[in-house]
């Protein structure tokens, strides 16, 4: 199988504080990929640099096959990108903003089949047509994951999508994580949950002060270690070091 | 095309809210009275000026010449000195005025040669007053107020001192005559002219400072949001021009800037049209806008607003939320204010060459003189501010996008040991 994303020494320095230090990692067609790690370690700086929004300090990244320094476009082309803690405009109603976002994409009818997808995974009801400004949470988030999903993108990058949400609400997001997955989409995603990437990933890779310390399935990590949570496997592995 | 339409219809919602139109709204009835208060102040704040007499009433007797001029000594008192006697003739117009110009006086009364002849038959004595150019700016005219008193002064004293003769209440007129852009305008006083300018030199510069410093406040604020929301972050990963991203805000909120511009000219329209009944209007000076001209104006006023928002958007490229973006909104009006102000109480041509060379920098003095220099005829200004104006804001708009394109957005500044990296936005950049 062809592997979505190529991620080969990659090292990040914002000024004199190396963030990333050397990761390397790859996420397979239709794999869920989680990358896990305490706050501050490095997480969100891998993801914004794969998403385009950073640039690299060195190494190399590639999805899809578009190499990152040569083809940023290629790469936005496929992949979808869902900060954490995000937002939507405020004036705009959930319709306007799934329509909005459409307009990037595609035209014509062809946005209006976008849309109607997008509120399908929102699951809103008649919610979809209030202001986001009076949106819970986890109306919100489940609003952003339909936005990012609708256009159907090769590669979502998801960062911490259930921080902050009540354990209805985090339960319902990793459902539609799963099914995304099933429709053939690579997903990467940050945590600082381990029981939530226990439950969710396929494979994963824990950093740790910006080095990756860790990487194989759940199952594999608990066995290596002889654990019965990757919560412990992350300790044993941060205490070994 | 069709993403960088879906980017300024965004904008546009976002900005154009009835919360923010109506706001607009009360600032301008507010800033709109203020330019009419200052207008009505002014006529109060003159010291007695240098005056200059010619006494062109030297046949026959001169009786009612010397009853003026004692009066005017009398007024003058201590500073009797700032009486000057002119040794033109009285009705050479050409020789007065350069005489004005070689002694550095502003306004000379020169008294009709059957003056005293006429009042003593029970007619009228002819004083013409002369004024030197007008400066633009509101208090940039010399006021006619002390002139006025003066003349209604000698009338006083002259008809208590006529005797034998019929009793007359006004035994003395006065003409006026007054330089402005190089010509003579007769039966018009300054005040006239800088009233009937009053919309260019204080409406002007007021509008294009609201504008500026709203729509400023209101694309800082919309940056912090972004920031905030993380939708800029969200757009920035999408399959879309940083180029395109970078447009649609600028041009969003340019138009933003010209709707609320059309709200602020209609109202404060309606203002003067109230205000200044009676007083001269600028076509009977001559001084009316051609097609062209009207296009030249509109131009600066966008570039200006183009370079306002390129200001904004750099100073938001720093921004981390709404919070830290309100503060942010202060440089920009200070830069807004400054030349209003010089703009509306001085008149730019006779500014120190340091604060003449400040003041050009400022990009928004160019569209709050941009009528007047269009009507005086000051060609100079006009092409250069014009260009300077384009060139301002092309380089803010391109170092806006190196930001765009930079992880500058997202970080901010990283210090370096000894270097900041605000220079990176230019070697790290990528598209
Ligand atoms: N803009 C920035 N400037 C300087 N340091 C930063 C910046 N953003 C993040 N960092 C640092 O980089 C490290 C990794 O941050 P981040 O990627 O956000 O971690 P995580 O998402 O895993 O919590 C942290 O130590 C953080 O303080
Ligand atoms: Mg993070």
Redesign the interface.
């Known amino acids: 199988m062809a592997d979505a994303l190529v991620v080969r020494d990659l090292s990040k320095r914002?000024?004199?504080h190396l963030a990333v230090d050397n990761v390397s990692f790859s996420v397979k067609e239709g794999e869920i990929f989680g990358l896990i790690g305490p706050n501050g370690a490095g997480k969100t700086t891998t993801l914004?640099i794969i998403?385009?929004?950073?640039?690299m300090t060195s190494g190399s990244v590639s999805v899809c096959g578009n190499d990152m320094?040569t083809d940023?476009?290629g790469i936005?082309?496929c992949?979808?990108?869902?900060?954490?803690?995000?937002?939507?405009?405020?004036?705009?109603t959930g319709r306007s903003y799934l329509n909005?976002?459409a307009?990037?994409?595609t035209?014509g009818s062809d946005t209006e089949k976008m849309v109607a997808k997008g509120i399908g995974i929102a699951n809103l009801g008649e919610r979809i047509d209030s202001k986001v400004s009076t949106y819970s949470k986890g109306m919100m988030r489940r609003l952003l994951i339909a936005?990012a999903i609708m256009p159907g993108p090769k590669l979502a990058i998801l960062d911490e999508i259930t921080s902050g949400l009540d354990v209805m609400n985090a339960f319902e997001i990793r459902d539609v994580v799963r099914n995304i997955a099933k429709d053939g989409v690579s997903v990467l995603l940050s945590s600082h949950n381990m029981f939530e990437v226990d439950q969710l990933c396929d494979r994963i890779a824990m950093i740790d002060n910006g080095k990756m310390i860790l990487e194989g399935t759940p199952s594999e990590l608990k066995e290596r270690f002889g654990v019965d949570t990757v919560e412990e496997v992350f300790i044993r592995a941060a205490v070994k070091r | 095309m069709?993403?960088l339409w879906?980017l300024i219809?965004?904008e546009l919602?976002?900005l154009l809210?009835p919360a923010s139109v109506i706001s607009i709204i009360v600032v301008a009835v507010v800033f709109a009275s203020m330019g009419g208060m200052i207008g009505s102040e002014t006529e109060k704040l003159e010291e007695l000026p240098t005056i200059g007499v010619i006494n062109g009433d030297d046949d026959g007797s001169s009786d009612y010449y010397d009853v003026a001029y004692d009066y005017m000594q009398g007024i003058y008192g201590s500073s009797s000195d700032r009486i000057i006697g002119f040794s033109s003739d009285f009705d050479d117009v050409d020789s007065i005025l350069k005489e004005m110009d070689e002694r550095g006086v502003y306004i000379v009364l020169a008294f009709d040669a059957d003056y005293s002849n006429d009042i003593a038959a029970g007619g009228q004595g002819i004083i013409n007053v002369y004024w030197g150019e007008v400066r633009t700016g509101a208090f940039g005219a010399v006021s006619t107020y002390i002139v006025d008193s003066l003349i209604s002064g000698i009338n006083t004293e002259t008809a208590a001192g006529i005797v034998g003769g019929e009793e007359k209440l006004f035994p003395v007129h006065s003409n006026n005559f007054t330089m402005f852009n190089g010509k003579i305008y007769e039966k018009t006083t300054p005040s006239d002219i800088s009233s009937a300018l009053q919309s260019q030199s204080i409406l002007m510069p007021i509008l294009i400072m609201i504008i500026i410093t709203m729509i400023g406040g209101m694309i800082i604020s919309s940056m912090g949001?972004e920031k905030?929301?993380?939708?800029l972050?969200?757009l920035?990963?999408?399959?879309?021009?940083r180029t395109t991203i970078v447009s649609g805000k600028l041009i969003g909120s340019a138009i933003a800037g010209l709707i609320f511009g059309i709200v602020y000219l209609v109202g404060m329209y309606f203002y003067t049209n109230s205000m200044s009944s009676g007083s001269l209007s600028l076509s009977s000076l001559g001084l009316t806008l051609s097609i062209t001209d009207w296009g030249i104006v509109a131009v600066v006023i966008f570039l200006a607003i183009l370079s306002a928002l390129g200001i904004c958007m750099i100073l938001g490229a720093f921004v981390k939320n709404y919070k830290a973006a309100q503060t942010l909104t202060l440089p920009i009006s200070v830069l807004a204010m400054i030349p209003m102000f010089v703009t509306m109480f001085t008149d730019f041509s006779t500014l120190p060459a340091v604060f003449q060379v400040i003041l050009f920098a400022i990009p928004f003095t160019h569209p709050m003189m941009i009528m007047n220099n269009i009507m005086l005829g000051n060609t100079l200004m006009i092409w250069a501010g014009l260009g300077y104006l384009l060139l301002f804001s092309m380089v803010t708009i391109y170092i806006t996008v190196r930001i765009y394109r930079?992880?500058i957005l997202?970080?901010g500044l990283?210090?370096?040991?000894g270097k900041k990296?605000i220079f990176s936005i230019f070697s790290?950049a990528?598209?």
């Open positions: 914002y000024g004199d914004r998403s385009t929004l950073l640039t320094r940023a476009d936005r082309k992949i979808s990108y869902l900060p954490e803690d995000a937002g939507a405009y405020k004036d705009l909005f976002m307009g990037f994409f035209g936005r | 069709n993403h879906n219809r965004k919602k976002e809210t949001n905030e929301n993380k939708t972050e969200t920035l990963t999408l399959p879309v021009k930079s992880d997202l970080t990283v210090r370096k040991k990296s790290r990528r598209d």
